[in-house]
C-alpha cells in the first residue's frame, strides 16, 4: 500500500530552497498600514512579498496578483509529481468503487479488514491533498488566488468523510475551485454543481423523477447563491422555489464506471447527467418560468440565481468579513457589489474594487489589526519560518495542527463551512492550544524542513515589529536564543492578528 510520503510523490532528502524572489536587506521599518493590506491579500507578509509591493505598489502588485496562473511552481509540482494526486479523477473513483465492491463481497473479518484497508486508503489520499493545499498556500506566489481558493473551498463546503469524497476533494480542490477562484462566479457554480464531490455530499444522486431530494437546491440558494432566506442579503425565496430547482436538478448524479452517456445528456469527470431521471416540464423559479429541457434547465437556473442582488450582497459581504476583517466599511462592501453587479459577478474585478478601495485604505490606516482564524495563524506562521526560502519536505505537521484548532480541510461537518466571523475562534481553549502549536513549529521546523529555525533579524525590525504592542516587543528582545524568539513571536497576542 501507498503511504502518504508516496501519494505526494515526495523524494526530497533534505533542506530544499525555494526559488521566491530575491530578500531584500531590511533598511527601516515598513508603514504599518502597508503590512495589514500586505498581510490581507495574501496569507501573511514575507520579506520577498514586501520587496515586491515596495517595488510594485499596490496597483501593478494587485493585477501581478490577478494574472498569477493557476500552475505550480517547479520545486511545488516536484513535491507530488508521480503521486495518486496526479491520476484522473474517473480512475481515482474507479478504483475506489471496485474496492468498495470487492469488500462487500466478504464476510465476517475478511469483510472488516477489507473496508479498514479501504477508508485507510481514502484517508491517505486525503491526508496528501491537504498537505498540498497547505504547501501552495504557504510557498506559491499567487497568494491572493491561494486564499480565494480557500475561500471557496470553504464556501462550497463538502465532508471528506462522507461516503466515497475522500478520493474526490484533490480533484475538487485542484482542478474545480483553484482554477477558478478568479473567475466569473457562475462558472465557478456550475463547476461545483458539477462535481462528484459535491453531488454526493448534498445526496443529489438520490434526486430524480419519482423520488425528490431537496438537499442539493436548498443549500445551491441558502448557502452557495443568495444567504438565508428573510436575512441580511435580502433574498425571499419560498419553500416552492427550493421545491422547483430540486425538480430542474433531477438527473444530475454520479456516473457509474464505464457508464455512457443517454441522448441529451453526458457524462464527465464522475458525474452524468441522465435525462430519464430528470423531471421534464416547466418549473417556476423566484417568480420566472423555466421552460422544459434538459440540461439547459440547470444552466438557466444558477445564471437567474446568481443575477439576483441578494447573491451580489451575500457574496460580497462574506468576502469583505474574511479579507478585511468583522468591521469592514460599509461602504466598502457596497464599492465591491457595485462592481459584481457591473461585471456579472467577475470576481477578479471584484478583488480590484476591494484592494484598491480608498475605504480600505482609510480602514487599515492606524486601526488594530483583527484575529486570524486557525488556517491564517498556521499559514502565516509557516511562511515566516519559511521565508528564506526553506522548502518543507513534511507538511503532515501542520495538518495537524489544523486539525486541533478546530479547522481542517474537508473537515466541517455541516454544508455551511466553518465561520468566518472572529467570534467563533476567540475562545481561551483555541488560544491556548495556539500557544502549543507555536511551541510545536519551531520545535518541529528541523524535522519538517531539514533545517534549523531562522531568526531574520532586519525582516523582523521590518515587517514584523512594527505590529506588536511594546510588552511583546521586550518579551522577544530578552528571549537567549532564536528558537525562544520566534517561539515568543509566534506565541504572542499580537502574532494572532493581522
Known amino acids: 500500500m501507498l503511504n502518504r510520503r508516496h501519494l505526494l510523490g515526495l523524494t526530497l532528502g533534505g533542506a530544499t530552497a525555494l526559488a521566491w524572489p530575491t530578500v531584500f536587506a531590511a533598511s527601516g521599518a515598513a508603514p504599518v498600514a502597508d503590512l495589514r493590506w500586505l498581510n490581507r491579500i495574501t496569507w501573511g507578509a514575507t520579506p520577498a512579498a514586501w520587496a515586491s509591493l515596495q517595488k510594485l505598489g499596490r496597483e501593478r502588485f494587485v493585477e501581478a496578483e490577478i494574472a498569477a496562473p493557476a500552475t505550480d511552481a517547479p520545486q511545488l509540482a516536484a513535491l507530488w509529481a508521480g503521486g495518486a494526486l496526479g491520476r484522473p479523477l474517473t480512475q481515482v473513483l474507479a478504483d475506489a468503487q471496485a474496492d468498495q465492491k470487492q469488500a462487500r463481497r466478504q464476510k465476517g473479518d475478511a469483510r472488516k479488514a477489507a473496508r479498514k484497508d479501504l477508508v485507510k486508503q481514502g484517508e491517505e489520499v486525503l491526508g496528501a491533498t491537504r498537505e498540498r493545499h497547505l504547501l501552495r498556500a504557504v510557498y506559491s506566489p499567487a497568494q491572493l488566488r491561494e486564499q480565494l481558493t480557500w475561500f471557496w473551498l470553504n464556501h462550497f463546503s463538502v465532508y471528506s468523510r462522507k461516503l466515497l469524497l475522500r478520493w474526490t476533494v484533490a480533484d475538487y480542490d485542484n482542478a474545480t475551485v483553484r482554477p477558478r477562484a478568479l473567475g466569473k462566479f457562475t462558472d465557478l457554480v456550475m463547476a461545483t454543481l458539477k462535481s462528484p464531490a459535491m453531488v454526493q455530499y448534498l445526496d443529489n444522486e438520490k434526486n430524480m423523477a419519482g423520488q425528490i431530494n431537496e438537499n442539493f437546491a436548498r443549500e445551491l440558494m441558502e448557502l452557495h447563491t443568495l444567504g438565508v432566506s428573510g436575512g441580511a442579503s435580502g433574498s425571499r425565496y419560498t419553500q416552492a422555489d427550493v421545491q422547483a430547482l430540486a425538480q430542474i436538478l433531477t438527473g444530475l448524479t454520479l456516473a457509474k464506471p464505464n457508464q455512457r452517456a443517454e441522448r441529451g445528456g453526458w457524462v464527465e469527470g464522475g458525474t452524468a447527467f441522465v435525462p430519464s431521471k ?132 474537508f473537515g466541517r461537518i455541516t454544508p455551511d463551512g466553518y465561520p468566518v466571523a472572529e467570534e467563533s475562534w476567540t475562545g481561551p481553549g483555541q488560544m491556548l492550544k495556539r500557544l502549543e502549536v507555536a511551541k510545536a513549529m519551531v520545535a518541529q521546523w528541523n524535522d519538517m524542513s531539514g533545517a534549523r529555525p531562522r531568526w531574520d533579524a532586519g525582516w523582523y525590525a521590518t515587517g514584523v515589529e512594527p505590529l506588536l504592542a511594546a510588552n511583546t516587543r521586550q518579551a522577544i528582545a530578552g528571549a537567549p536564543n532564536d528558537n525562544q524568539r520566534l517561539a515568543l513571536l509566534l506565541g504572542s497576542p499580537d502574532w494572532m492578528q493581522r
Open 278 to 409: 430528470h423531471i421534464s416540464g416547466p418549473k417556476t423559479l423566484l417568480g420566472q418560468r423555466i421552460e422544459g429541457g434538459g440540461w439547459d434547465e440547470v444552466e438557466r437556473a444558477v445564471r437567474l440565481l446568481v443575477s439576483q442582488d441578494a447573491c451580489a450582497r451575500f457574496l460580497c459581504s462574506k468576502l469583505a468579513l474574511h479579507l478585511v476583517g468583522d468591521d469592514a466599511p460599509k461602504a466598502l462592501v457596497a464599492r465591491m457589489e457595485a462592481e459584481w453587479k457591473r461585471t456579472g459577478g467577475d470576481i477578479a474585478a471584484v478583488m480590484r474594487s476591494l484592494w484598491l478601495a480608498p475605504e480600505l485604505a482609510a480602514h487599515l490606516d492606524g486601526k488594530a489589526n483583527d484575529l486570524k482564524d486557525p488556517t491564517q495563524f498556521v499559514v502565516s506562521s509557516l511562511r515566516l519560518l519559511a521565508a528564506d526560502g526553506t522548502l518543507m519536505k513534511d507538511a503532515s505537521p501542520a495538518v495537524k495542527w489544523l486539525g486541533q484548532l478546530g479547522q481542517p480541510l
